[in-house]
């Protein structure tokens, strides 16, 4: 799978996802920093990219509105490893065609 990450989703989480064999693209390697929360999921959406971010607020609410690929919003646990846990059940147990075009929560 595909995945873009926002600027407020830890490093480890691409070294996660790259270890398992998805492809990882970061934002800041991609967009300023400051682009807007909108053409942050259309850059995800028009590259075929998974988003995942912590800024449940305003993607959750862009999520509902916008055709996607699919949002997964990274909640913040206590540790960092249970953040990492549950996305990657997240992303096992869904596969491709459980995330495309849809919100979920990890």
């Not at 995945?3 to 691409?14: G, I, K, Q, R, T």
Request: aromatic share 6%; proline share 3%; net charge positive.
């Amino acid at each position: 799978m595909k995945f873009f990450l926002d600027y407020d989703v830890p490093s480890d989480v691409a070294w996660l996802l790259r270890r398992e064999g998805h492809s990882v693209a970061l934002l800041h390697d991609s967009l300023p920093r400051t682009t807007a929360d909108p053409a942050v999921l259309e850059h995800a959406t028009r590259n075929g990219m998974v988003l995942i971010t912590c800024n449940r607020k305003d993607f959750l609410a862009l999520a509902q509105t916008r055709v996607h690929r699919g949002v997964i919003i990274l909640i913040r646990r206590k540790t960092r490893h249970a953040e990492l846990a549950k996305l990657l059940s997240l992303v096992r147990r869904a596969g491709e065609e459980g995330l495309d075009g849809n919100l979920n929560f990890a």
